[in-house]
């Protein structure tokens, strides 16, 4: 499981680069390629063949750059998503199965009130990888002794999952930056998590948000379109 989340941690991560890198490459071979594409014009006013070869030796070459390029960003798009009907139910017990070692250690409380027959459409796996990301992140922000509250109900049209825990919160002036890439306040943290929560519910059409308060606790509220049936 462990192996499993820091592969998806290391997607967002590779994903990420990718998207910087292919920026800062394809700038500098816009540019190669356009003075080769005038080199080759000079080539041919005074008709030098071998300036005129080499010109467009660079030209296709660096198109083949290019497209090197776009394929490595496709490859770090997560468009490996399964799309199926998945019960919400069964994915958050199987979440909170994985993290119940972790609780019973620091003698956490889970308190599940998730109501049945409340499904959504999308990836069972990824939907599994933010409930884990989250409940792992509650248990490890709280102390010895603390609750944990998974709910899920339906609103409108809309899955509603809670994942609330009783531990110190977030302060106020930190709330904006937990979802960032490598934001972290953990000495062995990877800060990846909540930006790969929030990749994940963002590619689901869902929403996300974040209620805490300083020394009661924090909430975290995702919204996901329930499935017609
Ligand atoms: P990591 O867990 O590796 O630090 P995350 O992206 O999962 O990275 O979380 C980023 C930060 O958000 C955490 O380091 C922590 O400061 C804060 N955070 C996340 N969840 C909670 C929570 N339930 N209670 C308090 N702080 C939290
Ligand atoms: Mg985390």
């Known amino acids: 499981l462990e192996a499993q989340l820091l592969e998806t941690e290391k997607h967002a991560v ?13 700038n500098p071979l816009a540019v190669i390629s356009a003075s080769a594409f005038a080199i080759k014009k000079r080539g ?19 198109s083949r ?30 979440s909170i199965d994985f993290a119940i070692p972790d609780s019973k250690k620091k003698d956490i409380k889970i308190h599940k ?3 049945p ?11 599994q990888q933010v409930f884990i990301n989250l409940i792992i992140n509650a248990i490890e922000a709280m102390n010895y002794k603390g609750r944990l509250d998974i709910k899920l109900t339906k609103e409108d049209n809309y899955a509603v999952i809670s994942i609330k825990d009783s531990g110190p919160g977030i302060p106020e002036e930190l709330i904006d930056e937990i979802f960032d890439p490598f934001f972290t306040t953990k000495e062995r943290g990877t800060g990846l998590g909540l930006s790969v929560v929030n990749r994940i519910v963002k590619d689901h059409n869902g929403k996300i948000e974040v209620k805490s308060k300083e020394g009661e606790g924090t909430e975290f509220i995702i919204k996901l379109p329930l499935s017609e049936d």
């Open 65 to 94: 750059a290019a497209d090197i390029i776009d394929r490595l960003l496709n490859y770090a798009k997560p468009s490996y998503y399964k799309a199926e009907e998945v019960e919400l139910r069964d994915v958050l017990l199987s």
């Open 44 to 62: 041919n006013r005074i008709k030098d063949s071998k300036i005129v070869e080499l010109s467009e030796k660079i030209e296709k070459n660096s």
């Open 14 to 26: 590779i994903g990420k680069m990718a998207a910087g890198l292919s920026h800062d490459i394809k």
């Open 113 to 115: 009130r998730l109501k």
């Open 117 to 127: 027959g409340v499904s959504t459409y999308g990836d069972k796996n990824a939907l």
